[in-house]
T-cell receptor, first 119, second 114 residues
Framework: NAGVTQTPKFRVLKTGQSMTLLCAQD?????MYWYRQDPGMGLRLIHY???????AKGEVPDGYNVSRLKKQNFLLGLESAAPSQTSVYFC??????????????????FGDGTRLSIL | GNSVTQMEGPVTLSEEAFLTINCTYT??????LFWYVQYPGEGLQLLLK?????DKGSNKGFEATYRKETTSFHLEKGSVQVSDSAVYFC?????????????FGKGTKLSVKP
């Protein structure tokens, strides 16, 4: 009963290094999202995907890239890490958008987060 | 635009005290409203939701009523427990938005003392 799994859970990088965060879901969800959580800021959407092979920018996309080559996986990449990207990153997924429609009002399921520190 | 404003914490209560966490929103269109809870070291879990005006969401003793006239969705619990210590996020999403993403408030940290 895995749900949404994020790897790694913790990582420390040096400025300029690159890395990829992996999100995997086993619920056959169409929609997947990457958020970052910063103190006093709540969660902000970085990128999202409405299905395999599609990605789109969210509220704070700069410095990040994403890929959705397989339906169950959503990768978040940092090409050249910066200290401003120190944050906790959360992946989420849902069948459909969490809209007001009665039959599509599915909540988003979240992973446990990846704590990333950039020195 | 769409936004959520919730009371800033931290909120510290004694066990069995009454809890209210205020949340107000602005939205274009017809939002659905949610409360998520984040326990230490974990991701967010849906606590309750309401999809139209005057709906009441409830779960685990928590309640919130969708008030369109005051654009509010305040979270309440009559008697909190130590196990309720967590960060609570109010959120909304708007029908018709292609993203379907949630717009979150900044979170309110609740600490319950025995």
């Amino acid at each position: 009963n895995a749900g949404v799994t994020q790897t790694p859970k913790f990582r420390v990088l040096k400025t300029g290094q690159s890395m990829t965060l992996l999100c995997a879901q086993d619920m056959n969800h169409e929609y997947m999202y990457w958020y970052r959580q910063d103190p006093g800021m709540g969660l902000r959407l970085i990128h999202y995907s409405v299905g395999e092979g599609t990605t789109a920018k969210g509220e704070v996309p700069d410095g990040y890239n994403v890929s959705r080559l397989k339906k169950q996986n959503f990768l978040l990449g940092l090409e050249s890490a910066a200290p401003s990207q120190t944050s906790v990153y959360f992946c989420a997924s849902s069948y459909t958008p969490s809209t007001g429609l009665q039959n599509s009002n599915q909540p988003q399921h979240f992973g446990d987060g990846t704590r990333l520190s950039i020195l | 635009g769409n936004s959520v404003t919730q009371m800033e914490g931290p909120v510290t209560l004694s066990e069995e005290a009454f809890l209210t966490i205020n949340c107000t929103y602005t939205a274009t269109g017809y939002p659905s409203l949610f409360w998520y809870v984040q326990y230490p070291g974990e991701g967010l879990q849906l606590l309750l939701k309401a999809t139209k005006a005057d709906d009441k969401g409830s779960n685990k003793g928590f309640e919130a009523t969708y008030r369109k006239e005051t654009t509010s969705f305040h979270l309440e619990k009559g008697s909190v427990q130590v196990s309720d210590s967590a960060v609570y996020f109010c959120a909304l999403t708007v029908y018709g938005g292609s993203q379907g993403n949630l717009i979150f408030g900044k979170g309110t940290k609740l600490s319950v003392k025995p």
